[in-house]
């Protein structure tokens, strides 16, 4: 294998192009390697393994060879104000992929931004991370980490993965899947009116809504009922004193549990 990893073309989209490597220290960080260094976006890293995966909020991500690790980097992919959209379509990327290789249909929920739940626990993780070049170009990268042949022993979240679950998709399978649902997710983002039907895709997996949750950011916890997403795909709130509150970042919690 060659120093940049063996290179093939996306399935699913002709224009996107895969990098394949045994172990990187994170597939978001070469991925940002790449942007530094000119790349136009439209690349795929995946490892087999990573040494200093990440997950958010700065987060370990553990990333033992047989889970999916993979990234996309997309430069400019759309007007700056509107890369709050994309962890909602990468999660339902991500969700179509899953169903698409399990043989399965509606086998997650989605837990606000973008986590994958099969009954309660965590499946896969999404990291979003845009940085501005020297030449002013935005550089996005989404990372996704998915459990496929196992998971983390109880932290914050419960955790599964899908062979526990009786589903032997190999994290091959599954990449392929995520890169084709997701050339096809991002077409349609980019269309007038498409994250609106991308928002209610995901409002039709999600695990929580209706239901009271606290949600814990760096500065506070806030609890309240899961009401909505606004058009922007942000969290809206309905608060114990019938005040409604727009959340735009945090991990979110059933209360209670
Ligand atoms: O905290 C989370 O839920 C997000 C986890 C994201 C993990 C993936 S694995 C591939 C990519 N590379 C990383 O270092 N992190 C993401």
């Known amino acids: 294998m060659s120093e940049k990893g063996l290179e093939r073309p996306a399935p699913g989209a002709p224009d996107f192009r895969i990098e394949e ?16 260094s000119g790349h136009a976006g ?19 991500w553990q990333s033992p060879r047989g889970n999916l690790f993979a990234s996309l980097l997309l430069i400019d992919p759309q007007p700056a104000d509107r890369i709050g959209e994309l ?3 990468a999660a339902v990327a991500l969700s ?24 309660g626990a965590k499946l896969s993780g999404i990291l979003l991370e845009a940085e501005t070049l020297g030449d002013g170009r935005q550089a ?38 995520l890169a084709a ?21 995901w409002l039709s997996r999600a695990a929580h809504l209706g239901k009271a949750i606290t949600i814990k950011t760096a500065q506070e916890e806030i609890t309240g009922v899961f009401a909505d997403l606004d058009a ?12 409604q509150r727009t959340i735009y970042a945090g991990d979110v919690f059933l209360t209670g549990d």
């Open 21 to 36: 490597h045994e172990s990187v220290s994170s597939t978001n960080n070469l991925c940002f390697e790449r942007a530094r």
């Open 42 to 60: 439209g690349l795929w890293i995946r490892a087999q393994m990573q040494t200093e995966g990440r997950g958010r909020r700065g987060r370990d």
């Open 87 to 89: 962890p909602l379509v």
């Open 96 to 119: 179509e992929a899953v169903d698409k290789s399990a043989g399965t249909l509606q086998l997650v929920s989605l837990k606000w931004p973008n986590d994958l739940l099969v009954d």
């Open 140 to 177: 996005v990268v989404i990372g996704f980490g998915v459990n496929c042949v196992s998971h983390p022993p109880l932290s914050l979240y419960e955790a599964t993965d899908l062979r526990s679950l009786g589903f032997q998709v190999t994290a091959e399978r599954l990449f392929d899947a």
């Open 181 to 201: 649902a997701m050339a096809e997710q991002l077409a349609h983002w980019g269309q007038p009116g498409g994250f609106e039907t991308i928002r209610r895709t």
């Open 232 to 243: 922007r795909g942000h969290l809206v709130l309905k608060q114990n004193d019938g005040r």
